[in-house]
C-alpha cells in the first residue's frame, strides 16, 4: 500500500477540483455583470419612450452575484492550497506547481472585486 501515499491522481484530482471552483466563480461573476448591466439596458427602453418599471435592483443584485464568485474562486483557493500542504512531496509531479493556478486565482479575485466597485458606483 505505500503506492497510495505517492499517488499522482490525488493531486491532479485536486488540481481539477480548483479548475472547477474557477470556472464556477467566473461564470457566477459573469452572470452577476449580465444582471447589473441589464438593468442599464432597461433604463435605455425606458428613456426610448418604452413603458417598462425597473426597481433599481439590478446593479447591487449584479454586483452580489459578482462577490459571490469572488467568494467562491477565493474559497477554492484557500482550500486547493491547504490541500496541497497535506499532501507528500513524493504525490506532487516534479513538473507541476501550485503558484501558476494559486496566483491566476487570486489576480482572478482581484479583478473580480473590482468589478462589484465598478457596478455599485
Same mark, same amino acid.
Given at each position: 500500500?505505500?503506492?497510495s501515499?505517492?499517488?499522482p491522481r490525488?493531486y491532479?484530482?485536486?488540481?481539477?477540483?480548483?479548475?472547477?471552483?474557477?470556472?464556477?466563480?467566473?461564470?457566477?461573476?459573469?452572470?452577476g455583470f449580465?444582471?447589473?448591466?441589464?438593468?442599464?439596458?432597461?433604463?435605455?427602453?425606458? =428613456?426610448q419612450?418604452g413603458?417598462?418599471?425597473?426597481?433599481?435592483?439590478?446593479?447591487?443584485l449584479?454586483?452580489? %452575484? &459578482? *462577490?459571490l $464568485?469572488v467568494?467562491?474562486?477565493a474559497g477554492g483557493s484557500?482550500?486547493y492550497?491547504?490541500f496541497?500542504?497535506?499532501l507528500?512531496r =513524493?504525490?506532487?509531479?516534479?513538473?507541476?506547481?501550485?503558484?501558476?493556478?494559486?496566483?491566476l486565482?487570486?489576480? %482572478? &479575485? *482581484?479583478i $473580480?472585486?473590482?468589478?462589484?466597485?465598478?457596478?455599485i458606483?
Amino acid at each position: 500500500m505505500p503506492e497510495s501515499e505517492t499517488d499522482p491522481r490525488v493531486y491532479f484530482a485536486a488540481e481539477r477540483t480548483m479548475l472547477a471552483w474557477l470556472r464556477t466563480g467566473i461564470a457566477i461573476m459573469a452572470f452577476g455583470f449580465v444582471v447589473a448591466r441589464f438593468g442599464v439596458f432597461l433604463r435605455l427602453l425606458q =428613456a426610448q419612450g418604452g413603458t417598462v418599471h425597473t426597481h433599481g435592483v439590478s446593479p447591487y443584485l449584479g454586483a452580489i %452575484l &459578482v *462577490v459571490l $464568485g469572488v467568494v467562491a474562486t477565493a474559497g477554492g483557493s484557500v482550500q486547493y492550497r491547504h490541500f496541497c500542504h497535506t499532501l507528500p512531496r =513524493a504525490s506532487i509531479p516534479a513538473n507541476s506547481s501550485t503558484v501558476f493556478l494559486l496566483s491566476l486565482s487570486w489576480a %482572478l &479575485v *482581484v479583478i $473580480g472585486l473590482a468589478l462589484g466597485v465598478v457596478l455599485i458606483v
